[in-house]
């Protein structure tokens, strides 16, 4: 027996959209912030994990 796949609901596709500008504002700031405290590039994985880790 093989079940259709549900379409997704107007909802969840805003609530996505909602996601999507949330993570873009986000990274805006952090840009800016980055930008006020002289860094050129955006900080990489390594470089937040060792914060608070007595680099």
Same mark, same amino acid.
Request: zero cysteines.
């Given at each position: 027996? &093989? !079940? %259709? #796949?549900?379409?997704?609901?107007? +909802? #969840?596709? /805003? /609530?996505? %959209?909602?996601? *999507?500008?949330? #993570? @873009? *504002?986000?990274?805006? /700031? +952090? /840009? $800016? $912030? %980055?930008? !006020? =405290? +002289?860094? *050129?590039? @955006?900080? &990489?994985? =390594?470089?937040? &994990? &060792?914060?608070?880790?007595? !680099?």
């Amino acid at each position: 027996m &093989t !079940r %259709a #796949v549900p379409q997704p609901n107007a +909802g #969840v596709i /805003d /609530d996505l %959209a909602a996601l *999507h500008r949330l #993570v @873009r *504002h986000l990274t805006a /700031d +952090g /840009d $800016r $912030r %980055a930008a !006020r =405290a +002289g860094r *050129h590039a @955006r900080r &990489t994985l =390594a470089e937040m &994990t &060792t914060i608070g880790q007595g !680099r």
